[in-house]
Nanobody
Framework: VQLQAYGGGLVQAGGSLRVSCAAS????????IGWFRQAPGKEREFVAA???????KYIDSVKGRFTISRDNAKNTVYLQMNSLKPEDTAVYYC??????????????????WGQGTLVTVSS
């Protein structure tokens, strides 16, 4: 499967943005799909994941603000980002894995990656 992330852009603090991860050559339902981000000068970090059964996981800093979802018909996973903060500025990547749910926060367990999409939140 190939993944393509898109939808990034420039938004003011407090605003909303939705980034998308479109899959081709395979079904997103066959994978755990994760979103990661890398801010300037920082290491890439886990943001959210969507599991086979619709289970989700988030890092604490985005809980209540971000929502990950999946559209099976469009073979796409979304990350809806609300109440954005300047510290959310980063390149956002989507990735796919088939490892157990307990490892979903660990990027080394993701074998398929899309290109990043830049999200910039201005203060």
């Amino acid at each position: 499967v190939q993944l393509q992330a898109y939808g990034g852009g420039l938004v003011q603090a407090g605003g909303s943005l939705r980034v998308s991860c479109a899959a081709s050559g395979g079904s997103v339902r066959s994978y755990i799909i994760g979103w990661f981000r890398q801010a300037p000068g920082k290491e890439r970090e886990f943001v959210a994941a969507f599991g086979w059964l619709g289970n989700t996981k988030y890092i604490d800093s985005v809980k209540g603000r971000f929502t990950i979802s999946r559209d099976n018909a469009k073979n796409t996973v979304y990350l809806q980002m609300n109440s954005l903060k300047p510290e959310d500025t980063a390149v956002y990547y989507c990735a796919a894995t088939t490892v157990v749910w307990g490892r979903v926060t660990e990027e080394n367990y993701y074998s398929l990656w899309g290109q990043g999409t830049l999200v910039t939140v201005s203060s």
